[in-house]
């Protein structure tokens, strides 16, 4: 059964780092893309960029270009997004999923919470 | 970068009535156009890739039409669980970008 487990929900203040995770299980992670997409509160689904394991190949959308760091780890079939200064606009629900036609697979998402 | 105008942004409509949501592309995308579902707290769901294809487990109720810049997903007769929020993306052009999503509502 393919699975995408996302960590915990995370409570931050503005400046901090952090790094989220997504593990894939039941498939061949270093054969799929594994994407990020973020949901503000009450809004849409947006497309931040997308890591393919297999070879580190990595896009960016320019609008999260420069502002998240996507990487991933196909030792322990881990991808990662994380942040090296957080603002209180971060505040969203972030996902990754399996690209394969479309995003076949979702995590269940992670919460994360900037505020001073 | 490819944007994805979808219409309408609400759609009310009654179980059993047909839904008819548009996704238009300001670029073609070939057929490279993916349609997803949303409810509430909870992730969305793939329901049709490469414009016209049901992913697994998908219901014949759903189907997905169109190739180059207009694409159509069709809901042949809505089911009380049918109502959400839909969401068009293309995979032709990196960004990958998202529509900004039809809300469907029970009228």
């Known amino acids: 059964e393919v699975q995408l487990v996302q960590s915990g929900a995370e409570v931050k203040k503005p400046g901090e780092s952090l790094k989220i995770s997504c593990k894939g299980s039941?498939?061949?992670?270093?054969?799929?893309?594994i994407g990020w997409v973020r949901q503000m509160p009450g809004k849409g689904l947006e497309w931040m960029g997308i890591?393919?394991?297999?070879?580190?190949?990595?896009r960016y959308s320019p609008s999260f270009q420069g502002q998240v760091t996507i990487s991933a780890d196909k030792s322990i079939t881990t991808a990662y997004l994380q942040w090296s200064s957080l603002k209180a606009s971060d505040t969203a629900i972030y996902y990754c999923?399996?690209?394969?036609?479309?995003?076949?697979?979702w995590g269940q998402g992670t919460l994360v919470t900037v505020s001073s | 970068e490819i944007v994805l105008t979808q219409s309408p942004a609400t759609l009310s409509l009654s179980p059993g009535e047909r839904a008819t949501l548009s996704c238009r592309a300001s670029?073609?995308?070939?057929?490279?156009l993916a349609w997803y579902q949303q409810k509430p707290g909870q992730a969305p769901r793939l329901l049709i890739y490469?414009?016209?294809n049901r992913a697994t487990g998908i219901p014949a109720r759903f189907s997905g039409s169109g190739s180059g810049t207009d694409f159509t997903l069709t809901i042949s007769s809505l089911e009380p669980e049918d109502f959400a929020v839909y969401y068009c993306?293309?995979?032709?052009?990196?960004?990958?970008?998202f529509g900004q999503g039809t809300k469907l509502e029970i009228k």
């Open positions: 490469d414009a016209s």
């Open positions: 999923a399996r690209s394969n036609g479309g995003f076949d697979y």
């Open positions: 670029q073609s995308v070939s057929s490279y």
């Open positions: 039941g498939y061949s992670f270093t054969g799929y893309w």
């Open positions: 993306q293309q995979r032709s052009n990196w960004p990958h970008s």
């Open positions: 890591i393919y394991p297999g070879d580190s190949d990595t």
